[in-house]
């Protein structure tokens, strides 16, 4: 086929001169830049090699977990209680260590520890765990921080930090109340509710610290940084800042708490400790103003992790510095419990005010003989002399009158026997027997021997010092029974503040109020009558109700005859008061508890008047400053002005003071039950 010229000539031109160009351009383009790629590398690998080796060795870029502050824990009046310091240490990261035998060996001798207690603790991590740090000292004293950060440029892989450490202000002071810290447990781990925590993270891990951990926990921050060989920073890459907890403020008054616990010291230095509970209401809404358990432990122990000898000590030690008497204590109420007895008893119509019982000192039943605390006997008395004076053969008769159980009916109105549900939990319940209730667990009858008993708070009957706070706070005010109330309010970190829990009714009781005003004024004649077994708890200006009660321990026969100090001290009566004040508008409802203290008068009356006397020393005002005369010259001859007042604030005379300090009055014995 012939072959169009033109077509050839158009086959023969088709690639044109500038495509080519333009691909020879491009290749020597891509073999310049493979060229200038193969000298760098040549230039990094061999030439500089060596040098950047060493660099790279020298830096890394580490992770540091930065731990978030606690939250304060502040009293009623915004004083601190609990709060946050730092605390330095020293933590190891497995794959810097170059020789892990001679690190270890000097570190330790900065540290004055072992070194194979030091290997122990950072084992031998295998893969990522090689990157992460582990901590080795914690809160280090200076001299000790000092003597490492000046020897980290020889310990490769070693390096100090600073962390946030829990702080208890008042060492033991309200133990109890606040709780503790600890690292979470691997138990704790495997629950939902710990979902977004890691291993060794801090967390409350009882009382308030537990209660409030939402509100106290912090978020945790991190930061990325670049360190040398030496473990020192070098530049910080980025960094997520902690954000501290927020602010539990509690209901607590730290000055009450702490008169209260300063009641419990030894009388002489190295006596023997005592024992006890008190516990202080705000009987209008149910705060609690103190809540005092002991002997105490300082939660500071906890606060880096205990030690096994101490949590040895805590746990083993006879006084059981860990139990919260105030609240998982339960003991015999004793004569505290007779108003509640002369309450049914009003309420039921089986006695009124005039009734008379005459008390010879002794009450028979059937062949038992029980006594009355006053060998002697109190003679005729009426209900509003037998509360004053705590006729125990008067509150036999009306026991009986009344029956066990219309005697638990009332004491549970009284919210006894049942637990009180103040946030802290780890409470105990308490009991109120009742027919059912022996016959259900004991398998046996009800004995009238036994209504006896109960009747003046022995037997079976317990309470714990919160239960009983809560009661006698429905009769101060009038007949309400409030829940305790342990949280004011709180604030977060953006300074939010949030009010705690409403003021709670947990219900009225089931007693009149002209009834509850007669046990009112019966209560306060414990104070001020004649023959009243609590007239330790008065205090100048203010008038005080109160109710003494002793309670057995162990059956009369094995103390009768012995002194209180020759009585082993586990055999010792327990000692309780119960007050409230102003009389008239109460403001403060006081429990105290002094176990194995003895008379509840003498053991427990003094530590009731301390807070009393503390509290009311805050609220009342100051008297103003009297106005002050020039200085008159010497030898004045004018007069004194006799018409300026005397000053209100002088001691009263000795003869009031023993009035006031019940000097004279006889301190209340325990009920005894005897049987022959």
Known sequence: MPVDEAGVGRLATGVDSSVVNRLIFIAIFIVLIFVIFVVRLFQLQVIQGEDLGNRARRNSVRTVHLEAPRGNIVDRFGRELATTRPAFGVQVMPAELRDRDLTFAALASLLDLDPGELSERVGFPSGRRRFQAVRVAKDLPYDSRTRVESHLYALPGVFTDVSP?????????????????????????????????????????SGVERRYESVLRGRAGGRNVVVDVAG??????DEVEATPGGTVVLTIDRDLQRVAEEAFLPDVIGGEEKRGAVVALDPRNGDVLVLVSQPAFDPNSFAGGIDTATWKQLTESEGRPIQNRALAGQYPPASTYKVFVAAAGLEEGVIDLEDRVFCPGTFKLGRRTYRCWKRG??????????????CDVFFYHLGLKLGIDRMAFFSNGFHLGRRTGIALGNE???????????????????????????????GFNLTTPMQLAVAYAAIANGGTVF????????????????????????GKVPVSPEHLATIRRALEAVVYETGGTGARARIPGVRVAGKTGTAQVVHLKQTEGLED??????????????AFAPAEAPEIVVVALAEHGGHGGSAAGPIVNAVLSRYFKSSMPEAPPKPRRAPKPPNSLEPPNSLEPPNSLEPPNSSEADNLLGSSEPPEEAAQVVRN
């Open 232 to 237: 020192r920073v070098d530049e910080v890459l």
């Open 565 to 578: 100090d020759e009585i082993p001290f586990k055999y010792r009566d327990h000692g309780w008061f119960v």
């Open 165 to 205: 450490r829990r702080f208890y202000v008042g060492g033991s002071l309200a133990a109890h109340v606040l709780g503790y810290t600890g690292e979470i447990q691997t138990k704790q781990l495997r629950k939902r509710s710990f979902a977004d925590y890691r291993s060794g993270d801090v967390i409350g891990q």
């Open 428 to 458: 105990a319940a308490g009991l109120v027997p009742t027919r059912a209730w022996k016959e259900r667990h004991i398998g046996e009858i009800w004995l009238k021997g036994e209504t006896v008993s109960a009747s003046i708070g022995q």
């Open 377 to 390: 006997g109190h003679g005729s008395v009426n209900l509003h002399e037998a509360l004053a004076r705590s």
């Open 483 to 506: 829940r305790p109330r342990i949280l004011l309010r709180q604030a977060g970190p953006d300074g939010a503040v949030e009010q705690g829990p409403a003021p709670e009714m947990l």
